[in-house]
């Protein structure tokens, strides 16, 4: 049984092949992981493949090919977030696969390491989230019309403030927020952002306007907030009686969730605008420069890249945090609608400019948020995912997922991070109730990862604490008995 070990002795051995060229992890990723890539790719529906061509100019080899890309590359992106801490200045996804900025010379060896791009900036990400969060505190000083919204450009390492028409009431805005004005680029642009109201992503409802309906859920769907407050009813694509806002939350966020009735089955499909639907699968965020498509009623299947996120959004009506903003285009028709990488949930439409004429620019809510804020389980095409449990708090990361009984999951995402000095490294595990899930922490010996603390009791919450020295480590979910979600808290030197 895996309970009985020694931890100092007891290893488990890459397969063959995985560090024949390598003799440490600083020379090649010693990971063991499955073919991913190939995996999103098998996953991609012909109706997502076939409009990545014709937005994207891409032939279906190329298509296939950036699938592939971009997903091996929100994995790494997403190692490298972790394991650089301070140094990370955030990643995006170029022809030639992942660029990743970092503030210091001994980060970037660790990202070419890693098989991506390193370029070395001046300020951290973290430095960056600040100064856009103290734009986000001064947003009533920020005209809608003229100051369209404020995001942070990782390929520019600086926070870009739009302005619409003269540039001075964006630099008004920037000198009043009293924040670092070498660090922000203000930047001309024609977009008028509005709620697109007129609008479905997948199928219509009606509630005295038309939105769409978002992604299923476990008892109705998520949408966008400004198509209904918290009571409103709806009607549903054939104007039946179909459910009721439970929640609603609009301005500073844009989403909400719709219960229905007995009447409605919500089912892990978006419509596809063909006569056919494409499949849910769960919900991975993708990375920066990844392509996503939109499903929405006036204009069907478009696609573009995701350009930034954490956007600040200025509406005439308030401004919304935390959108991610995307080159897709939209028009009135689409408001709420499903985002889609591949076969992964990206969130709902929340508005736009532009049209898909002359093109323009569309923001969506990330529905892991909305899934989040309500408790909500999102409907797929393996089942119901419940959301994880949240018993660990006071972690520097949280890492969440699902596993089935004999299985083990690696964190953080599927990966390993390093530290770069002695010191304690503290994990937490938080199962459902009626399972056996244990945990242990490895590190990496030079030829295999080697556990060297566990953590085994007889029930579905596990913590451990491990005092070590520098290198490399991951922890291991491992199910003993019993299936389900859960949530890994993670603190490392």
């Known amino acids: 049984m895996r309970r ?49 061509q014709r937005d ?120 009043t927020s009293r924040v670092d004005a070498a660090a922000v680029r203000v930047v001309s642009t024609t977009e008028a952002p509005r709620l697109l109201y007129d609008v479905r992503g997948g199928d219509a409802y009606y509630m005295g306007g038309r939105c769409s309906v978002g992604f299923s859920v476990t008892g109705g769907f ?44 919500p089912q892990p499909w978006v419509n596809n605008y063909s006569g056919g639907n494409v499949t849910v699968a769960g919900s991975t965020e993708a990375a920066v420069g990844a392509a996503v498509c939109r499903s929405g009623s006036t204009t069907g299947w478009r696609c573009g890249t995701i350009q930034a996120k954490n956007q600040t959004v200025n509406y005439a009506e308030g401004s919304v945090s935390g959108l991610t903003r995307t080159n897709a285009c939209a028009e009135p028709g689409d408001s709420g609608g499903s985002w889609l990488s591949g076969q992964q949930a990206q969130g709902v439409t929340s508005g736009g400019s532009g049209n898909c004429s002359s093109g323009g620019t569309t923001y969506f809510q990330p529905v892991n948020e909305i899934l989040s804020a309500y408790g909500l389980t999102l409907r797929t095409s393996g089942g119901s995912e419940p959301p994880p449990p949240t018993g660990c708090s006071g972690y520097e990361a949280t890492y969440t997922g699902s ?54 009791s007889a029930g579905p919450d596990e913590s451990l604490t491990y005092n070590g020295t520098a290198g490399y480590y991951r922890f291991e979910v491992h199910a003993y008995s019993g299936s389900g979600s859960y949530s890994l808290g993670i603190t490392n030197p």
Not at 223 to 239: E, I, L, P, S, W
């Open 56 to 175: 994207l100019d891409l032939t279906p080899t190329e298509a296939r090919t950036r699938i592939a890309r971009d997903d091996k590359g929100t994995r790494t992106d997403a190692s490298l977030r972790r394991s650089l801490g301070s140094s990370y200045a955030g990643g995006w996804m170029t022809a030639d696969g992942l660029v990743v900025a970092v503030t210091g010379k001994a980060a970037a060896n660790r990202v070419k390491a890693a098989g991506a791009q390193a370029t070395i900036v001046e300020r951290s990400g973290a430095e960056l989230d600040r100064i856009k969060a103290t734009l986000d505190r001064h947003a009533a000083k920020a005209p809608a019309g003229t100051v369209p919204g404020w995001y942070v450009d990782v390929t520019t390492n600086t926070v870009v403030v739009l302005a619409n028409g003269s540039t001075a009431a964006a630099a008004k805005f920037v000198r």
């Open 222 to 265: 998520v949408t966008a907030g400004h198509c209904g407050r918290t009571g409103t009813a709806t009607q549903g694509y054939n104007q039946v009686a179909q459910g009721t806002f439970r929640g609603s939350s609009f301005p500073g966020n844009d989403y909400g969730w719709v219960q229905t009735n007995s009447n409605w089955t």
């Open 4 to 52: 009985v070990l020694t931890l100092a002795a007891a290893a488990i051995l890459l397969p063959v092949g995985a560090i024949a060229v390598a003799v440490t992890p600083a020379a090649a990723a010693p990971l063991p992981t499955p073919d991913t890539a190939s995996a999103a790719v098998a996953s991609a529906s012909s109706e997502m493949l076939a409009a990545m």
């Open 403 to 456: 596993i089935s009984s004999g299985q083990s999951r690696y964190q953080p995402n599927g990966s390993y991070y390093y530290s770069s000095s002695s010191g304690t490294h503290r994990g937490c595990l938080d199962g459902p109730t009626g399972v056996d899930f244990d945990l242990y922490l490895q590190k990496w010996s030079g030829s295999a990862w080697v556990d060297v603390a566990g953590s085994y």
